[in-house]
Each structure stands twice: as structure tokens, then as C-alpha cells.
């Protein structure tokens, strides 16, 4: 914990993909024990707070407001960079991989459209798409368009991919340390 970074560091209070996220990569990648004691040496850092998405906060720092920002998507640095934005981003291994889903409702008004949008989506086709962007494509047959921004790519080895059955049954522990350790203090 460099204390040239106190007070200059912000990050997401979002249960799906912020400060939880981070608390509960951090428990499971060193343990309960020594998890708690680097969460307490963190507080010291005064990390700034907000409920924006992890996009915005990388645009905060572009814009020069902070210079950092924990737990983003990588590839959302990637794809500023490309832009021709100041934007890197570093690996904490592993990496918290938030899985995302998708899903049809019941009782849908379209649910045949909806099952064919599902199945382009989840297709080489659509996940071409997404690859096309420098976001990550989910089907195994697709690689990142960027190989930095999978694991093996070089710039970490190891993801801790957090199924949403997880954030349910962890949420509200992550939640409740990040409200004792960073907000009531």
C-alpha cells in the first residue's frame, strides 16, 4: 500500500461488479485471514466512492480526475486506449470474472424473436460481434480480439470466475465488509 496513492483511488460501490466484487476476489484468492488483513491496510488508502458503473469511474480517470481506478473491465481500458485515451489497466491475479447471463422471461410478448436474439448472441456469429468491439466473447471458440484481455494471454494467468450463484450467496457478506471496513469505518 503505496501512501502517494491516499485519497487519489476511486472505485464502484456496485454489489455486481464493484467494491463487493474486489472484497470477495480478494477472500478467496488469500484466504479469510489474510484476505481481512489486507482489506483493513486498504481502508488506510481512503479509496474515493461512488455508484457510477466501473465504465464511467475509467472515465473519470481518463478525464484526469483520479488517477486510479479499482476494478474495472479490462477491455473497457482497451477500448479507450484504442480510442486514443491515456488508459491501461493492471491485473490483480486472479482477476475477478463476474459471470454475466442471459435469459428469457416468462410470459414474454415476443418469446420466439427473444429465443432467436438468445441464440445469435450465444452463436460465433454474435459473439463476433462482441469480439469485433474489444469486448469478450464468451463461446469457447472465440478468442478476445485482444489476447492480453483472456487468461493466458500474457498479462495474467488465473481468473476467479463468480457465478451469479455466488454473488447470491456471498453478496451480502462482501456487502456487509465493504459497509463496515470502507463507509461506517
Same mark, same amino acid.
Do not use: C
Given at each position: 500500500?503505496?501512501?502517494?496513492?491516499?485519497?487519489?483511488?476511486?472505485?464502484?460501490?456496485?454489489?455486481? @461488479?464493484?467494491?463487493?466484487?474486489?472484497?470477495? %476476489?480478494?477472500?478467496?484468492?488469500?484466504?479469510?485471514?489474510?484476505?481481512?488483513?489486507?482489506?483493513?491496510?486498504?481502508?488506510?488508502?481512503?479509496?474515493?466512492?461512488? #455508484?457510477?458503473?466501473?465504465?464511467?469511474?475509467?472515465? *473519470?480517470?481518463?478525464?484526469?480526475?483520479?488517477?486510479?481506478?479499482?476494478?474495472?473491465?479490462?477491455?473497457?481500458?482497451?477500448? @479507450?486506449?484504442?480510442?486514443?485515451?491515456?488508459?491501461?489497466?493492471?491485473?490483480?491475479?486472479? &482477476?475477478?470474472?463476474?459471470?454475466? #447471463?442471459?435469459?428469457?422471461?416468462?410470459? @414474454?410478448?415476443?418469446?420466439?424473436?427473444?429465443?432467436? *436474439?438468445?441464440?445469435?448472441?450465444?452463436? #460465433?456469429?454474435?459473439?463476433?460481434?462482441?469480439?469485433?468491439?474489444?469486448?469478450?466473447?464468451?463461446?469457447?471458440?472465440?478468442?478476445?480480439?485482444?489476447?492480453?484481455?483472456?487468461?493466458?494471454?500474457?498479462?495474467?494467468?488465473?481468473?476467479?470466475?463468480? %457465478?451469479?450463484?455466488? *454473488? &447470491?450467496?456471498?453478496?451480502?457478506?462482501? &456487502?456487509?465488509?465493504?459497509?463496515?471496513?470502507?463507509?461506517?469505518?
Amino acid at each position: 500500500m503505496n501512501p502517494k496513492w491516499r485519497g487519489e483511488v476511486i472505485w464502484s460501490t456496485s454489489r455486481g @461488479s464493484g467494491a463487493p466484487v474486489f472484497i470477495g %476476489n480478494i477472500l478467496a484468492a488469500m484466504g479469510q485471514r489474510a484476505g481481512m488483513e489486507y482489506l483493513q491496510r486498504l481502508t488506510k488508502q481512503n479509496i474515493a466512492k461512488s #455508484t457510477a458503473s466501473a465504465r464511467a469511474l475509467l472515465d *473519470l480517470v481518463i478525464a484526469g480526475e483520479y488517477p486510479l481506478v479499482l476494478n474495472i473491465f479490462n477491455h473497457h481500458a482497451v477500448i @479507450s486506449r484504442k480510442a486514443g485515451a491515456p488508459s491501461e489497466w493492471q491485473p490483480i491475479e486472479p &482477476v475477478a470474472a463476474p459471470v454475466h #447471463t442471459i435469459g428469457l422471461p416468462k410470459n @414474454s410478448p415476443h418469446p420466439h424473436a427473444a429465443m432467436l *436474439l438468445i441464440d445469435f448472441i450465444l452463436s #460465433t456469429k454474435g459473439q463476433k460481434v462482441f469480439q469485433d468491439v474489444n469486448y469478450l466473447p464468451a463461446h469457447p471458440k472465440m478468442p478476445a480480439k485482444e489476447v492480453e484481455l483472456k487468461p493466458g494471454g500474457g498479462r495474467f494467468k488465473k481468473a476467479n470466475y463468480l %457465478n451469479p450463484e455466488t *454473488l &447470491v450467496d456471498k453478496g451480502d457478506e462482501w &456487502v456487509d465488509i465493504f459497509q463496515k471496513l470502507f463507509i461506517k469505518g
